[in-house]
């Protein structure tokens, strides 16, 4: 079973920053892409960004030199840095077991202009 824990959501103005973090629970975190994804109110849910097992990294274009996705294979977390914030960053952000049905209970990002 694996089980996905966000953290570190919050308020903050345009322009500031905010750190996401996810652990993971079950075996063998380090050989999985990890991704995180985000929800609006009344929009889909949509790709944000994603690491592979080997560190490479893909970024939703408008997220591209604000945001940095990581991780740390000795303490099973994916982070999520997000600098240079803008209101239409503001969502659920949910992190994912890339291709699979894990998913966490989401945190929320409320940035204010």
């Known amino acids: 079973q694996v089980q996905l824990v966000e953290s570190g959501g919050g308020l903050v103005q345009a322009g500031g920053s905010l750190r996401l973090s996810c652990a993971a629970s079950?075996?063998?975190?380090?050989?999985?892409?990890m991704a995180w994804f985000r929800q609006a109110p009344g929009k889909e849910r949509e790709f944000v960004a994603a690491?592979?097992?080997?560190?490479?990294?893909n970024y939703k274009e408008s997220v591209k030199g604000r945001f940095t996705i990581s991780r740390d294979n000795a303490k099973n977390t994916v982070l999520l840095q997000m600098n240079s914030l803008k209101p239409e960053d503001m969502a659920v952000y949910y992190c994912?077991?890339?291709?699979?049905?894990?998913w966490g209970q989401g945190t929320q990002v409320t940035v204010s202009s």
């Open positions: 079950g075996r063998a975190f380090s050989s999985y892409s």
């Open positions: 994912n077991r890339w291709g699979t049905p894990y």
């Open positions: 690491i592979t097992s080997g560190g490479i990294t």
